[in-house]
């Protein structure tokens, strides 16, 4: 079955350091991956997308993604968090139309 | 310009009436998608749409839950005799249509938070 997995419900950083948020997919043929931001009370926000093409990934508000083939992942990094990054992130793996996601991670920037 | 809209925002009912819950996408876009989101999880897909073409409804939890677009813009998500398991945000989404190997994003509405009493 498509799935989409995020191993960790909360990643904890300080200011000024790098992030990572890890994501791993299962499917069957090209992936087509995404990454989404939610702020309480807020919609979910694109961040970026791994369609065809380079590995590194390159989204908004500074974050870029890199896929992995040969591990399945797509990991979501940023060189320097903000506070303001705090929030809870979703991976999404698409599927013939439809998004599939994952449980989400709440990412915790620390000043 | 302006998002996608849902409305309305917040939506209290008792257990047993029906619900209408409005979508309006995003000008130019052809495709809309509903999905429900329970506090805490990721969103998972109701029903989406091409046009007023309704390409896939497999996410639909039981046959009370129904959706249509009928000219092809606002969509309207329907749930009839409503039960308190129904209580979750319901989002829409909506993007320009595929083409070829061009996937575009799909952008979402603010959610409609519906509980049943």
């Known amino acids: 079955a498509q799935s989409v997995a995020q191993p960790e419900d909360q990643v904890n950083v300080a200011e000024g350091n790098p992030l990572t948020v890890k994501c791993t997919y299962s499917?069957?043929?090209?992936?087509?991956l995404f990454w989404y931001v939610q702020y309480p009370n807020r919609g979910l926000q694109f961040l970026l997308k791994y369609i065809t093409g380079d590995n590194l990934v390159k989204g908004s508000y500074g974050f870029e993604a890199e896929f992995n083939k040969s591990q399945t992942s797509f990991h979501l990094k940023k060189p320097s968090a903000l506070v303001s990054d705090s929030a809870l992130y979703f991976c999404a793996v698409r599927l013939t139309g439809k998004l599939i996601f994952g449980q989400g991670t709440t990412l915790q920037v620390k000043p | 310009g302006a998002g996608v809209s849902q409305s309305p925002r917040y939506k209290v009912t008792k257990r047993g009436q029906d619900v209408a819950l409005r979508c309006d996408p995003i000008s130019g876009h052809v495709s809309l998608y509903w999905y429900r989101q329970a506090l805490g999880q990721g969103p998972e897909f109701l029903t989406y749409f091409n046009y007023e073409a309704q390409q896939d409804k497999s996410g639909l939890p039981n046959d009370r839950f129904s959706a249509e677009r009928p000219e092809g813009s606002i969509s309207t998500l329907t749930i009839q005799r409503t039960e308190q398991r129904d209580s979750a945000m319901y989002r829409c989404?909506?993007?320009?249509?595929?083409?070829?190997?061009?996937?575009?994003?799909?952008?979402f509405g603010p959610g409609t938070r519906l509980t049943v009493t």
């Open positions: 499917v069957s043929g090209n992936p087509y």
């Open positions: 989404a909506s993007s320009l249509i595929i083409e070829g190997d061009i996937f575009y994003e799909q952008y």
